[in-house]
C-alpha cells in the first residue's frame, strides 16, 4: 500500500481539522442547548388539598432526595402542551410571533423591519425576538442588549428550530416564560400565570383572559397596575388579530372584545400566607420517584379558622387605628394557629391584606417579644434549679431594685409602672409581668442557661445571653414564639410545626424530627398553672369577654417603647399565637393586653366553640395544694387561698404540721416568759 501524497496532507489535514472542529461543536451544541421536557425536566407538580379540594400547586424536583433542598418556584409545574387550552395558544402566537409556524426561527421580515427602527433611534438593540428567539435567551443567555447577544440568540434560535419539532418549542416556550413576581420567586410558564394573576386554573380562563395573559408576556407588572383603557386595548389587539388569523370565530371575539377588564384577584380566604409556607415545605419534603410527574399532599388547613383568623385581623387592626388616632394602614399583625401535640398548622395569617403586602411576618418578621419571652425565664429555674435551690411557684423573688454591671456599663430594670412591691411569689411576678422579678431570676439561673432553653424550645433565631434576656430583647418569630409555648402546652414535648398532614396523604414526605422532650411534664404543668392564672387575674384577664380565662392559658408581652404586642395563649389542643405592630417598627402605643389579645380572642373563641378543649390534667409526680396567695403557705382552717401546683415533696407543710409546729413554738414561748419572770433581779457583785 503506498503512503498518501505529501501534497495531499496538505489540503486533507485541515479538512479534517474542520470537521473534527464542526463535530465537537456539534456535540457541544446537542448537549448544552437542550430544551427541557415534561419527562426530562427534572420537575414535577404536587398538588395542595384541603378537605380534599386543590388549596395550591408547587413544583418540585421529581429526583431531587435531599430533604433540605430549596424550594422551586410554585409555577414549576409543567403543562403539556395538548393541555394548554388551543386559545391560549393561539392568543400568545398572535401577540408574540404571529408568523411562528411558518419562520425557520427567526423572522426576517419583523428582523429587517426592527433593524431600521433601531438604527433611526440609535442603535438600541431591541424588537423582532420570535418566540424561538425568546426561550432561546430565557434557557441559556442573559437580557443584556448587545448585538453579541442578539448574534448568539440568533444562532440558538436556529440551532433549537433545526433539532426540534415547533410542538416541543411551543411546549417549552409556554412552560417557561417569565410572568411576574409571587413573592421572592418568579412565575414562570402559563399555567402558574393564570393563577397568579387570574386565581384561576387553565382550563377555566375564558377567551378575553387568554389574550390577556398572552399581553402580560411583555410587561407582566403592567398586566392589570395600567391604565383602565389601555389594558384594555392591547387585550383587544390580540382578539382581532385572532379573527383575522382564523383562531377564534367572529362571533368569539366580538363577545370577548364586549366583555370589560377584570382581575380575578385570588379570594380573601384562600389562606396564601398559609399556602407561601406549605408550597415552601412541600417542594422541600415530597419525595417522588425520578418517572413520577405529580402528587397529591393534603395539608392540615382548618379553613374555617384560617377565614376567622383573616376577618378578626381586619376588622381589630382597623379599630384599633381609630382608637390610637393612627393612620390607616399603619398597623399590621400576625397569626398562628397550632396543635401542640401534632405540630399541625391549622391557620397562619402574615399581615393584613396579601394583596398590599406578600411579606410573611408570621414566619419571616422578627420582633422583640418582650414579658412574653418570661415564662422561659421561669422554667429553666423550675427545671435546673436557681441560687438557692430549685423554687416553686409561691417561692418568693425580690422586687427590689437591681444593679448589674455588663458590657462595662450598669443595667438597673424597671417594672412598667416604675414601683417596686418587695417580696413577690413568682405566681405573682408573673401575672402581673413584673421585669424586676424575671431579671432576678434570670441572673440567679445563669444567663447561659435561659439562652440554651429558648434554643431547645424552637427559637432558632439569635438569642444573645445578656442581662435583658429575661425582658424578651432578643427578636424571634411569631411562629417559634408560639412553637415554644406548644412545647409547654404538650407537657414538655417539642413538635416541629407542619403545615403538611402525613397521616393523611399517599404521597412519601421526608420526617420532620421527632418530638424531643425539652423539659420534664412536672415543670412544664406547672408553668401552664401558673399562665392559666395570667389569663384568669393578669395581663390577660380580658379574655374574660370571650369566656376564655378559666380554660386557657397563657401571657402578653409588650417590647421596649410599646413597639410589638404579643400574646400566645393555648388550650391542650391548640395554641394561637398573635403579633401586632407596625413594618416599620415605630411606637404603637399597644400592649399585648390591648393590641393582641382581641384578635387572638376572637381566634380562639371559634376554635373552641367548633371543638370543647380538653381540660389541663395534672401529670403524675404533680400535688395540687391551697395556699395562701400572698405568702405561699399551705391555706389552713379555710382561709382563703388558692390551688398551686406543685412537685411532689415541694409543697408546703401539711395545716398538721403547722399546727404542731405552732403549739411548740407557743410552749416555747411560754416557757421563756415564764423563766423571765421567775427569774430574781438585782444587781451583781
Not at 432561546?136 to 440568540?153: D, M, Q, S
Not at 431547645?456 to 418569630?477: C, H, K, N, Q, R
Request: glycine fraction near 8%; include cysteine; aromatic fraction near 6%.
Amino acid at each position: 500500500m503506498r503512503a498518501p501524497n505529501p501534497a495531499t496532507w496538505i489540503w486533507l489535514a485541515p479538512l479534517i481539522a474542520v470537521v473534527v472542529a464542526l463535530a465537537g461543536v456539534f456535540m457541544w451544541a446537542w448537549t448544552t442547548f437542550r430544551l427541557p421536557e415534561a419527562a426530562t425536566s427534572g420537575r414535577a407538580y404536587v398538588q395542595l388539598l384541603v378537605d380534599g379540594a386543590e388549596l395550591a400547586v408547587v413544583g418540585v424536583e421529581a429526583d431531587a432526595s435531599d430533604p433540605h433542598r430549596p424550594p422551586a418556584s410554585p409555577a414549576d409545574d409543567w403543562t403539556p402542551l395538548d393541555r394548554i387550552p388551543t386559545a391560549l395558544v393561539a392568543a400568545v402566537i398572535a401577540a408574540e410571533d404571529r408568523r411562528f409556524m411558518r419562520h425557520i426561527g427567526v423572522d426576517m421580515l419583523a428582523m429587517g423591519h426592527a433593524l431600521w427602527q433601531n438604527a433611526r433611534q440609535g442603535g438600541s438593540i431591541r424588537g423582532a425576538s420570535t418566540i424561538t428567539q425568546q426561550l432561546a435567551r430565557t434557557l441559556f443567555l442573559t437580557r443584556e442588549r448587545t448585538w453579541g447577544r442578539k448574534a448568539r440568540e440568533v444562532a440558538i434560535a436556529l440551532w433549537l428550530e433545526r433539532r426540534y419539532s415547533k410542538r416541543a418549542i411551543l411546549e417549552a416556550y409556554l412552560n417557561t416564560v417569565y410572568l411576574g413576581q409571587a413573592g421572592d420567586r418568579p412565575v414562570l410558564g402559563v399555567a402558574a400565570g393564570a393563577r397568579h394573576l387570574f386565581g384561576r386554573d387553565l382550563d377555566a380562563l375564558s377567551l378575553e383572559d387568554a389574550a390577556l395573559l398572552a399581553t402580560a408576556i411583555r410587561a407582566p407588572s403592567r398586566a392589570f397596575a395600567d391604565v383602565a383603557w389601555r389594558v384594555r386595548a392591547r387585550r383587544d389587539v390580540v382578539l382581532q388579530a385572532m379573527a383575522a388569523d382564523g383562531s377564534a370565530t367572529t362571533q368569539a371575539v366580538g363577545v370577548a372584545l364586549a366583555s370589560p377588564v377584570r382581575a380575578a384577584a385570588p379570594p380573601r380566604a384562600r389562606a396564601p400566607w398559609f399556602i407561601q409556607v406549605a408550597q415552601e415545605e412541600a417542594a422541600r419534603r415530597v419525595a417522588l420517584a425520578p418517572a413520577a410527574r405529580s402528587a397529591r399532599v393534603a395539608t392540615t388547613l382548618d379553613r374555617r379558622l384560617q377565614r376567622v383568623a383573616e376577618t378578626a385581623v381586619r376588622a381589630e387592626l382597623a379599630q384599633l387605628e381609630r382608637r390610637q388616632g393612627l393612620a390607616a394602614g399603619t398597623l399590621q399583625a400576625a397569626v398562628v394557629a397550632m396543635e401542640p401535640g401534632t405540630g399541625h398548622i391549622r391557620a397562619l395569617v402574615g399581615g393584613r391584606d396579601y394583596r398590599d403586602s406578600e411579606f410573611n411576618r408570621a414566619v419571616r418578621a422578627r420582633r422583640q417579644p418582650g414579658s412574653l419571652f418570661k415564662p422561659l425565664v421561669y422554667l429553666a429555674a423550675f427545671e435546673w434549679g436557681a441560687a438557692g435551690g430549685r423554687p416553686t411557684a409561691v417561692s418568693l423573688v425580690e422586687d427590689e431594685p437591681l444593679h448589674v454591671w455588663s458590657a462595662g456599663r450598669e443595667w438597673s430594670p424597671q417594672n412598667i409602672d416604675r414601683q417596686f412591691r418587695g417580696p413577690v411569689t413568682i405566681r405573682t411576678a408573673l401575672e402581673a409581668s413584673l421585669n424586676v422579678p424575671a431579671a432576678r431570676m434570670a441572673q440567679q439561673v445563669g444567663l447561659t442557661r435561659v439562652a440554651r432553653l429558648a434554643r431547645a424550645f424552637g427559637i432558632e433565631s439569635p438569642v444573645s445571653a445578656v442581662p435583658s434576656i429575661a425582658l424578651g430583647t432578643s427578636d424571634a418569630t411569631l411562629l417559634e414564639m408560639t412553637a415554644a409555648f406548644a412545647a409547654i402546652a404538650n407537657g414538655g414535648y417539642r413538635v416541629h410545626p407542619t403545615t403538611l398532614d402525613e397521616g393523611a396523604t399517599a404521597a412519601t414526605l421526608h420526617p420532620v424530627p421527632a418530638p424531643k422532650r425539652v423539659v420534664s411534664a412536672e415543670s412544664a404543668f406547672i408553668m401552664t398553672h401558673l399562665l392559666r392564672g395570667v389569663m384568669s387575674r393578669g395581663t390577660g384577664r380580658a379574655s374574660a369577654r370571650w369566656k376564655l380565662s378559666e380554660v386557657t392559658a397563657g401571657k402578653t408581652g409588650t417590647s421596649d417603647g410599646m413597639r410589638d404586642a404579643w400574646l400566645v395563649g393555648y388550650t391542650p389542643d391548640l395554641v394561637v399565637g398573635v403579633w401586632v405592630g407596625a413594618d416599620d417598627g415605630r411606637s404603637v402605643g399597644l400592649t399585648g393586653s390591648e393590641g393582641a389579645l382581641p384578635i387572638w380572642a376572637i381566634v380562639m373563641e371559634a376554635a373552641v366553640r367548633q371543638a370543647a378543649p380538653r381540660p389541663f390534667t395534672p401529670p403524675y409526680g404533680i400535688i395540687m395544694t391551697a395556699v395562701d396567695r400572698s405568702t405561699g403557705r399551705r391555706a389552713c382552717d379555710g382561709a382563703p387561698g388558692i390551688t398551686e401546683a406543685f412537685r411532689e415533696g415541694s409543697e408546703p407543710p401539711a395545716c398538721e404540721m403547722l399546727a404542731n409546729l405552732a403549739q411548740t413554738t407557743d410552749s416555747a414561748l411560754e416557757g421563756l416568759r415564764f423563766s423571765l419572770e421567775t427569774t430574781p433581779t438585782g444587781g451583781g457583785r
